[in-house]
């Protein structure tokens, strides 16, 4: 009796062991906490990579892109307006997705637009400025960053510039300037803006298969390269000889029409070596490749005329012939008799 209670006096336990019929709890607790920290490690690995595995079938799961480009169509479909939202230049390929389509988008995936100052880098070069964004788009719900685009426009773009520097005509006679890039600082701003934002919405979405961007922004440049690249491609049908057409069914030539009212805009635009000129007059654009009507079309900016004009397929559009200022009480103004051009070959 003695012996058993001085076994349990001794506080080394030595004895302790799988042959002892009552183990201590204290090394059983001490070994099963060991046990637990050593294969601690390897179960926090495993449940990292089971969870990095889950989230990259997650990310690239076939369905998972058929269902958002079937959304975006979908809500283009049924939320855009063409002319509102997007708009396809006539000769290009896919529709130019535009401000008002890309907020929908963000409206649709709940994504939210910032611009960081660090991001923005604002240039002056030879007196024109060179705006730089980068637009970043965040998940409103959770504030993560899921995707950003650059954008960037300047002064120096041919549309401001021949509007913010002196020129000369042919025959060596100035053209003074009317604006300055000052003049235009908000506007090529706003325009950097608008493209990051594009840039960024069609990244993040995935939305570059069914939309492009900038195509607005120079549509007769577009229109004239994808015009010409697909008249080259696409193959003519092996057609019969058609017969002579007799006078009463030769389709009768287009009659020349007159336009009358201001000269809101006109501009001058370079294409493969070639210049063309453009004019606004009263909504209805007027374009002729005849270099003195065009440069007598660029200093009639801001007053009347009447010009002889030639309808276009295109509607809204004119082959300018000839023109005349028009004086207040409506007479024709003879004393510029060399503004009168020749016919123009469009």
């Not at 980068?134 to 960053?145: A, D, K, M, N």
């Not at 401001?160 to 300037?177: N, S």
């Not at 003519?236 to 805009?265: F, L, M, S």
Request: glycine share 8%.
């Amino acid at each position: 009796m003695s012996t058993s209670k001085s076994k349990k006096s001794l506080p080394d336990r030595p004895e302790s062991g799988p042959n002892t019929g009552n183990p201590d709890p204290a090394p059983t607790q001490e070994a099963s906490s060991t046990t637990e920290g050593a294969e601690l490690a390897p179960a926090n690995v495993a449940v990292e990579a089971g969870s990095l595995q889950g989230l990259l079938i997650q990310a690239i799961a076939i369905d998972t892109l058929v269902e958002r480009v079937n959304l975006i169509k979908e809500a283009m479909k049924r939320c855009m307006v063409e002319g509102q939202h997007h708009g396809t230049i006539p000769g290009t390929r896919k529709p130019s997705l535009w401000k008002p389509g890309a907020e929908l988008l963000c409206t649709l995936f709940q994504l939210g637009t910032r611009y960081p100052k660090n991001s923005m880098l604002i240039e002056r070069e030879n007196g024109h400025f060179v705006f730089t964004l980068t637009c970043e788009l965040f998940h409103i719900p959770s504030g993560r960053v899921v995707g950003e685009g650059v954008g960037a426009a300047s002064t120096m773009e041919y549309r401001f510039r021949v509007q913010t520097e002196d020129r000369y005509t042919d025959h060596g006679q100035p053209i003074k300037a009317k604006y300055t890039p000052y003049d235009f600082y908000n506007t090529v701003l706003k325009i950097a803006k608008k493209r990051a934002m594009v840039d960024a919405v069609l990244t993040a979405s995935g939305a570059s298969e069914i939309f492009t961007q900038d195509t607005e922004d120079n549509p007769e440049l577009f229109r004239e390269t994808e015009v010409d690249h697909g008249r080259h491609s696409l193959a003519r049908p092996q057609r019969a000889p058609a017969a002579a057409p007799t006078p009463q069914n030769q389709p009768a030539a287009k009659a020349p029409q007159t336009i009358t009212g201001v000269v809101e805009r006109a501009w001058p635009n370079d294409y493969q070596g070639k210049r063309y000129y453009f004019a606004k007059v009263n909504g209805q654009q007027l374009q002729t490749t005849d270099q003195n009507l065009g440069e007598d079309l660029l200093q009639a900016t801001g007053q009347e005329i009447r010009a002889v004009v030639e309808p276009s397929p295109k509607p809204g559009k004119f082959y300018a012939k000839s023109f005349d200022y028009v004086e207040e009480n409506g007479t024709e103004d003879r004393s510029e008799p060399e503004l009168i051009a020749d016919e123009v070959v469009a």
